[in-house]
């Protein structure tokens, strides 16, 4: 019972594969001789960029904030642009008290008053004692030419006995004494006169500084006034009317809006392919703007991934804040390949066998595939420029090697 149950399988299975060989014979048999062009499409091989690229959204940003500071301690009196305010260069934002400032600008004009008065007085001063000085070594010289003039009577005398050698020495050291006197004079009149010259310096050197301070005060009154340093919209505002500020204390912050970048925004399934410095382009209706990955967000929200773009042309007449665009993320670019239009069998890396036409025939041919991109595929090997591969239509031949075409 056993050997005829293996006896009746094996005959069933040699009537299965005589009728799988009869259906292809029969097939072959009945296959047409030639085929119209009409009948099959092809596709050109020619010279051309490949890209693959993953799509992805973005939104268009300012692409830095300005923060504005307080020049200075006050009270905020008035806010005039609240946040979400477009504002233009050199608008007035907040405007901040100034009392305390014109308070110290008085001040400060009040010292400048004394130390010019001061200085005055020390130049007067220096003057005066100029005079004084001067009369006393004229009086210091006029005694040295007397007590010389006296001398020489005194040797002419010593000539005819009518003086005592004695009192001629008297006089000579008289003489000494008077020059050292005058020596001594002078030099410290020299030293005077440097004291009066160091004092006015000293006065001058003050009324500078605070001639620098009331130029910076009256700078900050005119800082007082928070103005836009570009154009832009206010993100927030920092305090209330009424409320005191210091020094440095964040008041405004603000977008800038001369240059922009991309929010974009990509499905989470190409987060591997997604990487820093990646080649981006932003379709902006006809116009299309070339641009490279930045920071890219780490964490996953709505199954989607955060990245900036920064543009090549960031002050595009055509980009608006808050604008949605369509972003192309390029994985893989060659500038100049050789490609084909892509169709759904193509695999990067294998081998395929397709008809391709030569003449009056279509002759199958294999040819290996590089890049597979959004709509071309780069040709590594197998094909030439011009070549017309068929791509459609053919499928009944695919097991011929070779097809007549009709004329």
Known sequence: MGKNRKFQVLIIALLLIAGVAGAFYFSRMYLPATVKSANFVTEIVENGPVLLSV????????????????????????????????????????????????????????????????????????????????????????????????????????????????????????????????????????????????????????????????????????KMSIRAPSSGIILSISGKAGEKVNTDNLLVRMSDLTSFKIIGSVEEQHAVELKTGNRVLVNLGEDQLEGTVGNITPMVENEKIQFNVHLQESSHPKLIANQQVEIQIIVNYKEDALRIKKIPEFETGQKHRMFVIEGDKAVKKDFTLGIIGNEYCEVLSGLNEGDAVVVEGLNTFRQSDEIELEK
């Open 55 to 222: 799509h992805a959204t973005g939104v268009v940003d300012s692409e830095s904030e300005v923060l504005i500071l307080s020049p200075g301690p006050g009270i905020i009196q008035s806010i005039l642009a609240e946040p979400g305010t477009r504002v233009r260069k050199g608008e007035i934002i907040l405007q901040l008290n100034t009392d305390g400032v014109n308070d110290d600008i008085d001040q400060i004009k009040d010292q400048l008053e004394v130390r010019r008065n001061s200085l005055e007085r020390t130049r007067l001063n220096a003057q005066s004692t100029r005079l004084d000085l001067e009369y006393n070594e004229e009086v210091k010289k006029l005694r040295i030419a007397s007590l010389k003039s006296q001398l020489a009577d005194q040797q002419q005398l010593l000539e005819v006995g009518g003086i005592s050698p004695a009192r001629i020495d008297q006089t000579k050291q008289e003489i000494t004494l008077a020059e050292k006197d005058l020596e001594t004079l002078v030099e410290k009149n020299s030293i005077r006169l440097q004291q009066l010259k160091a004092e006015e310096q000293g006065l001058l050197l003050q009324i500078r500084m605070e001639e620098k301070q009331l130029e910076e005060k009256q700078n900050l009154i005119q």
